[in-house]
Structure formats: structure tokens, C-alpha cells
């Protein structure tokens, strides 16, 4: 069966990075495009952006230009996503889903991890 | 971008009844909504899309309506395991948006 699994919760200092990770099985990642999104806890949800496996094609909400990075390990199933410059507001529940082949839904999710930024 | 808008925010009931979710979009999405539910501990599950299509595995005590900017999710003869939130989101154009959540709660 499908399954997406992300990397552990993250405490991060104001002005460092992190990296993300999905992992996925149970499925042909190589041609799929996996989207990430970001949650603060209580709030609604965000697109953040979208990368194709196949060819590592990118597209941005305009809104994380800059913020997020996507790319995939095709070796690996995997797919990452770098936040930059991290600041209190980006402290957040992120979750990568898979798009469903046929229409822009989001048909598998992974169960989300935390990212805090704090000193 | 496309602001959704759900109502009502919170949404008591019981086992058995029936309630309806609402959600408007700031523009026309044509049929173009979809459905999920988020509960703690677990995944997000599509339940809707483009409107009305019940995905894979949804009980067909779910069924969604609408087009153009307003959208409705009707749940009926609820069961303990439909107690959570839920969100609308839009698929007619990037960046795809989500609305604010609605919570079905426990009467």
C-alpha cells in the first residue's frame, strides 16, 4: 500500500535551515509529483509547492519563493524539502501528499512533522 | 489567489443526524472542490473532489455538491469515526487553497 513517511520533529535556531524528508513506497514515485504544505497548529493549510519526480520540475506558491527548496532522490523514493532562513513564523506542521494522477487532489499524505524555531 | 471560506467553523451533533458543511469561494472554481478530513494521529484523507466524486474508500454516507463558488459537504447518519475537521480546497488554479476548517464535534 501507499505510504508516505516524514523525518522526525525539528527544533531550529532563528536564521538556520532544515531539511525535510517523505519517503515513500507503494508506489512508482519516478512519475508522480509530490506537493508539500505547511500548517500552523490551529490554522488552515498551505500549498507551499509542487515537484515532479521524473525530471525534478518545480512550481512555487509565490508566497514560499525562497523559503521552501523541493528536490527528490529518485534512488530512494524520497523527497525533501529545505526551509531557509528559518524565523518564528515559519514554525509550523509541515506534511508532504502525493497528487493523484488524474485531477490536482491530494490522494496520500504523510502523517506531518513539527518544525520549531526557537532560540 | 482564490480565498475559500468555510462555514461554520464549529459544528456540534450526534451519531445518527446529519450535517452539511459549507464552503464559498472568492471566485468561480467551476466544479472544481475537493474535500478532506484531518484527524490527530493520523493521515489527511481525500474524501471529495471536483465537487461531488467520492473518492476511493469514502463511505457513500458522504457526498458532496456545488460549482461556481459555493460548495457543500453533506454527511449523513454520522459515525463515531466522522468526528474531526475538515477542509475545503480548490483545484482550479494554482496556488491551490484551502478553506479555514470546519470542526465536527461530539454533541
Given at each position: 500500500q501507499v505510504k508516505l513517511q516524514q523525518s522526525g520533529a525539528e527544533l531550529v535556531k532563528p536564521g538556520a535551515s532544515v531539511k525535510l524528508s517523505c519517503k515513500t513506497s507503494g508506489y512508482t514515485f519516478s512519475t508522480s509529483y509530490m506537493s508539500w504544505f505547511k500548517q500552523i497548529p490551529g490554522q488552515s493549510i498551505e500549498w507551499i509547492g509542487m515537484i515532479y519526480a521524473g525530471d525534478g520540475g518545480t512550481g512555487y506558491n509565490q508566497k514560499f519563493k525562497g523559503k521552501a527548496t523541493l528536490t527528490v532522490d529518485t534512488s530512494s523514493s524520497t523527497a525533501y524539502m529545505d526551509l531557509s532562513s528559518l524565523t518564528t513564523e515559519d514554525s509550523a506542521v509541515y506534511f508532504c501528499a502525493r497528487r493523484a494522477n488524474w485531477v490536482s487532489v491530494f490522494d496520500y499524505w504523510g502523517q506531518g512533522v513539527m518544525v520549531t524555531v526557537s532560540s | 489567489d482564490v480565498q475559500m471560506t468555510q462555514s461554520p467553523s464549529n459544528l456540534a451533533a450526534s451519531p445518527g443526524e446529519s450535517v452539511s458543511i459549507n464552503c464559498k469561494a472568492s471566485k468561480s472554481i467551476s466544479k472544481y472542490l475537493a474535500w478532506y478530513q484531518q484527524k490527530p494521529g493520523k493521515a489527511n484523507k481525500l474524501l471529495i473532489?471536483?465537487?461531488?466524486t467520492l473518492q476511493s474508500g469514502t463511505p457513500s454516507r458522504f457526498s458532496g455538491s456545488g460549482s461556481g463558488t459555493d460548495f457543500t459537504l453533506t454527511i449523513r447518519n454520522?459515525?463515531?469515526?466522522?468526528?474531526g475537521l475538515y477542509y475545503c480546497q480548490q483545484h482550479n488554479e494554482y496556488p491551490w487553497t484551502f478553506g479555514g476548517g470546519t470542526k465536527l464535534e461530539l454533541k
Open positions: - | 473532489y471536483s465537487g461531488s454520522l459515525e463515531p469515526e466522522d468526528f
